[in-house]
Structure formats: structure tokens, C-alpha cells
């Protein structure tokens, strides 16, 4: 008997499916992996430690609680530097893992092509992207949140923080791809911390320093937000673009096929780096169009409204009356006009009857003629009754504007004040710091020195005064004094304590004080 036998064939082995499907899928998945692997590195872990913390703790007490917004969108930019240097070492390191491992060879078996890992490894920059995002959100919104809050900030400022991180984990796979030694990073990091020292200090007219990925400027006033005349959307441009660029050309470099992985048909690698090759030009366009464009100095309509604020802001602003007094603000400032007319009535209420109801213009000033990094004082106003108050509030701020009410209250004008340097000087201190919860910590607070002894300059928003050590003493017993006996005694001798050169002697023999054992010589 014949038997058949009969094989039996087994079925095809399942195989992966191969397009464009199915390695995007792998991509995500591996760009996925990278990035919980890069959030969870020792150096992100301790740079968002420290940039989340110094935010809050410098957040709750930042401009004195009265922050104009156009400053706290710039406020943002600096420390999110120390995330974007610790995602440039660790996104270098997590790309170079396989050459530190020797398992480079092993890539040949996998069907994702280097520039496909690539790719995940730039993706996986993104989540610590927004996670600064939203920290820099975070910290401006709390600023506008804060009651004091004015003005209007800027979302080109806003972008910097986070394309500034995104630039520098670009960075950090381009070179990775570049430069397989471990030491290329450590170097460049101690390269971009040198340039910093440099590019952050204030170049007013050098149009490289917007070449650096945050540019700060320093100055002691804030200007209105029309009156920056900073590059803001063509800086985040020129990051954006940068940031592409440096992102293209890793793309670039690991499809050129430099690893064992780099089987791939040539018309596939064709179009791949002709895609690329298209896309790195179109970013380096965009990097290059910023970067021209926020060279181009301050526009000419900017330059002509800083001069306008500075000479004529009286043909800018709205004023609204309060008790008598007018208060000039420029339009971002008309919220804080009840701050100023509550200094305005407590230095007031002190006063003597001659001047208590008297009519004052509180007129906001600013000097804006020399951009963000300038610090030059302004000439005080030669009109009667008109007191300047600036565009900073809070803190000392406060007392110093109680300072320059006393001194027209007692003088009439304001250039008056300024050039007083006799007995009057007591009572004009008297009435600024007397209404005030700590007069002493006040006094020390509006003094060049930071001190409650002795002579000192005060600081003033126009023509600062000279206090004496006479003057200084007297000012003192006066506030050791219960406030309403104090007033008491200036209410009395109102016109003796305000006439024109009285002796400091005299003075303290008005207020029934012992006469000052200090010297009493003013500046020259």
C-alpha cells in the first residue's frame, strides 16, 4: 500500500508593514522615550529646580508689587538659559549614548535610518520646550495678576525664554552629530558662559549684541511700552529660524548615511536630503531676515515719541482731579493715580492750614530720550504747585514722592525744593516720612548712604536734596515724637518752620527741640 505523504508548508512569516505610516509611528514612539529620558536627566532635573524656585521666590516680591508689564516680560528671559545649557548637555549625551555603549553596530538591524532617530531626539526637545512655556506664562501672569500691575507686555519678549531653550538643545544634537567626543559640550559651555559675561552688559547702538539669544538692558526708569523701541517679534523670529537651522543641518549631517545604519536606497536618500536641503535653506532665510531686521537701530516715529514724552508729556497725558489736585498720568499709568493722591493727602493732612487745601498737578514724567539704558535725572519743574512723579512705584519709590510733595507743599516750587538746604529741610522731611508705618526704615530707604545718621544725599526723582547731620538729628527726635504732639507743634509755627533761609537753630527752637549737637554745613 502506498502511502502519501503529504507536507505541510508553513505560512509566510508576518512582516512589518514598511511607509511612511509606520516609521512616523516609530519616531513619535523613540522621540517619546528620549523625552522622558531627558526631563528625568540629573542636570534638567536640577535646572528646573532651580529655575522654578528662584522664579517663585523672586516673582513674589519683584517690583515691588507694582510691576509695569512692558519690564516684566523681559523679567522672563535670563533664567531659563540655565534649563536651555543643562537640555543642551543632556540631549548631547542621550544622542552620543550608543557610541559611549559600543552599541553603534547594532543600529544596522533597525529599520529607522540615523536621520529618523535623529528627528526623535529634536522632538524630544519639545516637552521641556513648553515645560518652560509654561513656567514663563506662569511668571508673567502672576505679574499682571498682582494689583499694581500697568502697561502692556510684549509676546516676542514672551517667546524668547522658551526658543532660547529650544536653540540650545538644537544645538546640542547638531553637535552631537558633528563631534562624537565627549568633550565638545563641556567646552561650548564654557564658551557661551564667556560671551554672556559679555553680551549682557548694555550696548546701546551695537547692533551685534542682538547675535546672542537673550539681550538685557539696564536702566533705573521704566518707559512707557510704546516707547522700547526693542526688536521683540524680529528677535523671536531670528531664534525661531536659528533654531530650525541648527535642527535641519543634524537632520542633514546624519542623512549623509556617516553610521552603520545608513543602508538605505540611494533614490530614498535622494529625496530625503532633498527635502532637507530645501527646508535648512528656507530656515536659514528666516534666520538671516531676523537678523537684519532687528539690527536696524530704533525707528525714527519710536525716537520722535521719546522726545515728545520727555519735553511735552503734558500734551500726552489724562489727567482726573482728586480733593482739589490734579493728577497728569500717561495713558498705561491712570490706574496708580490713587496711589499717588493717597501720599498726596496723608503729606497733606500734616501740612499747615496755609497749604493744606492748596491745589497741586502731580504730572507723571519720564526721560526717554536715551532708550532703556539710560539713567539721567530730570531738571524739576519751575511751575507753583506741580510736583513730578515717575513711572516706578513701590517701595522706596513711595516715600520719595511724599519727599517732593513736602518740599512744594513748603517751598511752592519744585526747583525750590531742590535748592533748600536750611531749616525748612526738617519739616519737609517731617511731613514726607511722619504718616508712614516705619519712618526710620523710610529714611534710611530714600538715602544715597542707607543711613538714619549723619549728612546724606536724598534720592529724588528730579534734583536730589542735602540733608545736614543737624538736619538729620532734628528730623529724628522730631519723629520720636507722638505724631500728634509733633504736628502739633509744625501746625503753630507753620510760617516761622517755611520762611525762606531759617536757621536750622532755628528750627529746633520753634519745635521746642534742644538745638543740634551735629554740624550743620551744606554742600557747596
Not at 148 to 154: M, R
Not at 422 to 440: E, F, H, N
Not at 514 to 523: I, K, N, Q, R
Request: aromatic share 6%; glycine share 10%.
Amino acid at each position: 500500500m502506498n502511502t502519501t505523504t503529504t507536507a505541510t508548508v508553513p505560512p509566510p512569516a508576518a512582516t512589518a508593514p514598511d511607509g511612511p505610516g509606520t516609521s512616523g509611528a516609530a519616531v513619535f514612539a523613540l522621540a517619546r522615550f528620549e523625552a522622558r529620558g531627558l526631563l528625568t536627566r540629573l542636570p534638567v532635573l536640577v535646572a528646573f529646580a532651580v529655575y522654578t524656585g528662584w522664579t517663585v521666590w523672586r516673582t513674589r516680591t519683584s517690583f515691588e508689587g507694582f510691576p509695569a508689564l512692558q519690564d516684566a516680560d523681559r523679567a522672563t528671559q535670563s533664567a531659563p538659559l540655565l534649563v536651555g545649557l543643562a537640555v543642551l548637555f543632556s540631549v548631547n549625551q542621550a544622542v552620543l549614548r550608543s557610541r559611549r555603549y559600543d552599541t553603534e553596530r547594532h543600529f544596522a538591524v533597525l529599520v529607522l535610518p540615523p536621520w529618523h532617530c535623529t528627528v526623535a531626539h529634536l522632538l524630544s526637545l519639545l516637552p521641556a520646550v513648553l515645560l518652560v512655556a509654561v513656567c514663563v506664562g506662569g511668571q508673567f501672569g502672576w505679574e499682571a495678576l498682582k494689583s499694581g500691575a500697568v502697561g502692556n507686555g510684549s509676546p516676542g519678549e514672551l517667546l524668547v525664554g522658551p526658543l532660547s531653550v529650544l536653540l540650545l538643545g538644537a544645538f546640542g544634537v547638531l553637535l552631537a552629530r558633528l563631534f562624537t567626543s565627549a568633550f565638545a559640550v563641556p567646552l561650548l559651555l564654557v564658551v557661551l558662559v564667556f560671551l554672556a559675561m559679555f553680551s549682557t552688559a548694555p550696548r546701546e547702538g551695537d547692533a551685534t549684541r542682538w547675535l546672542m539669544p537673550v539681550v538685557v538692558e539696564y536702566g533705573s526708569g521704566t518707559l512707557p511700552s510704546e516707547l522700547l523701541g526693542r526688536p521683540a517679534a524680529w528677535h523671536a523670529l531670528y531664534l525661531a529660524g536659528f533654531a530650525l537651522s541648527a535642527a535641519l543641518a543634524a537632520v542633514l549631517v546624519s542623512g549623509e548615511g556617516s553610521g552603520p545604519a545608513g543602508g538605505r536606497g540611494v533614490r530614498g536618500r535622494f529625496v530625503g536630503n532633498r527635502s532637507v536641503h530645501a527646508g535648512l535653506a528656507g530656515a536659514v532665510a528666516l534666520t538671516l531676515l531676523g537678523a537684519v531686521m532687528q539690527t536696524g537701530g530704533v525707528p525714527a516715529q519710536t525716537e520722535e515719541a521719546r522726545t515728545r514724552y520727555s519735553t511735552v508729556p503734558q500734551e500726552l497725558q489724562k489727567c482726573v482731579e482728586r480733593d482739589g489736585t490734579s493728577y497728569c498720568a500717561f495713558p498705561e499709568w491712570t490706574p496708580r493715580t490713587g496711589d499717588w493722591a493717597e501720599v498726596v493727602d496723608r503729606v497733606r493732612s500734616l501740612a499747615g492750614d496755609a497749604v493744606r487745601d492748596r491745589s497741586l498737578v502731580v504730572r507723571q514724567r519720564v526721560e526717554a530720550r536715551y532708550g532703556l539704558s539710560g539713567d539721567a535725572a530730570m531738571p524739576p519743574l519751575t511751575d507753583p504747585d506741580e510736583v513730578s512723579v515717575g513711572t516706578r512705584w513701590g517701595g522706596d519709590r513711595v516715600p520719595e514722592f511724599a519727599v517732593a510733595v513736602a518740599g512744594v507743599l513748603v517751598t511752592g516750587k519744585e526747583a525750590g525744593a531742590g535748592a533748600m538746604c536750611d531749616g525748612r529741610l526738617v519739616t519737609v522731611m517731617w511731613l514726607a516720612l511722619a504718616g508712614r508705618p516705619d519712618p526710620l526704615s523710610d529714611l534710611s530707604g530714600i538715602r544715597l548712604d542707607d543711613s538714619t545718621s549723619g549728612s546724606a544725599v536724598v534720592v529724588s526723582e528730579t534734583e536730589p536734596l542735602y540733608m545736614t547731620a543737624a538736619h538729620t538729628e532734628l528730623v529724628r527726635e522730631l519723629l520720636d515724637l507722638p505724631r500728634e504732639e509733633a504736628g502739633a507743634k509744625v501746625r503753630a509755627n507753620w510760617a516761622g518752620l517755611t520762611s525762606p533761609k531759617v536757621t536750622t537753630d532755628r528750627t529746633a527752637e520753634l519745635l521746642g527741640l534742644d538745638a543740634p549737637e551735629e554740624a550743620d554745613e551744606c554742600l557747596e
